[in-house]
């Protein structure tokens, strides 16, 4: 049974780190591509950044935003810097098996002072 379980969020100041991480189970993190996106109230859910299978990174915000993988755990890692009250939003990892789309329930993250 796939499932994805995300942790690590919460509140933090402007400024500052969080490190976000989604374990994974029911199939390998290094044999797909993996994703985090996220969604602030009032918007559509938006990709962040992927890992391929091959251990390209794709990102789709900026140099604040890095995804990693730890391959002997089966977890993905989303390291977030300098966080801005406008990257508050619920950010959630993603698989894609085949056709079917995999979601966790994601992490919330708040940014305020």
């Known amino acids: 049974q796939v499932q994805l379980v995300e942790s690590g969020g919460g509140l933090v100041q402007p400024g500052g780190s969080l490190r976000l991480s989604c374990a994974a189970s029911?199939?390998?993190?290094?044999?797909?591509?993996m994703s985090w996106y996220r969604q602030a109230p009032g918007k559509e859910r938006a990709r962040v950044a992927t890992m391929t299978a091959t251990g390209s990174i794709i990102n789709y915000r900026d140099s604040r935003f890095s995804i990693s993988r730890d391959n002997a755990k089966n977890e993905v890692y989303l390291q977030m810097n300098s966080l801005q009250p406008e990257d508050t939003a619920v950010y959630y990892c993603n698989v894609r098996l085949l056709l079917n789309y995999y979601w966790g329930q994601g992490t919330q993250v708040t940014v305020s002072s």
């Open positions: 029911g199939f390998t993190v290094s044999s797909n591509d």
